[in-house]
């Protein structure tokens, strides 16, 4: 059985729905752990591809509840034949979590 938010919330266009469910998450993250939930593929739109390597491709990407443009990079693991290349990516990966910088996730 649906709450009367969300009777309303299917109601309204799925932009609004998509920023109601992200804000819920959020919401259920804090309680049940007094931190921001990890940031999900779900919370952004896709775009047009921006750029192509040899292992993946960057998209343009729209966050859905700040309305932000970003890249999103993508690897296909598939292409990841030799171990340096899964190095050379898994290397990448733990630089780019390391940061603390607002322009990345």
Sequence with gaps: MLTEDEEEINLKPLYEREKWLIKKMI??????????PDTKFD????????GKGAS???????????????AM????????NKETSMNRVSNEFDILASL??????
Excluded at 27 to 36: G, P, V
Excluded at 43 to 50: D, E, H, P, S, T
Excluded at 59 to 70: A, E, I
Excluded at 100 to 105: A, G
């Design 73 to 80: 990079k993508s690897v296909k693991i598939e292409s990841m």
């Design 27 to 36: 919401k259920q993250s804090f309680k049940k752990d007094m931190k921001a």
């Design 100 to 105: 603390r910088h607002k322009n990345i996730v």
């Design 43 to 50: 919370f952004y739109k896709v775009g047009k591809i921006i």
């Design 56 to 70: 993946g491709k960057v998209n343009l990407g729209l966050h859905k509840l700040t309305r932000k443009v970003v």
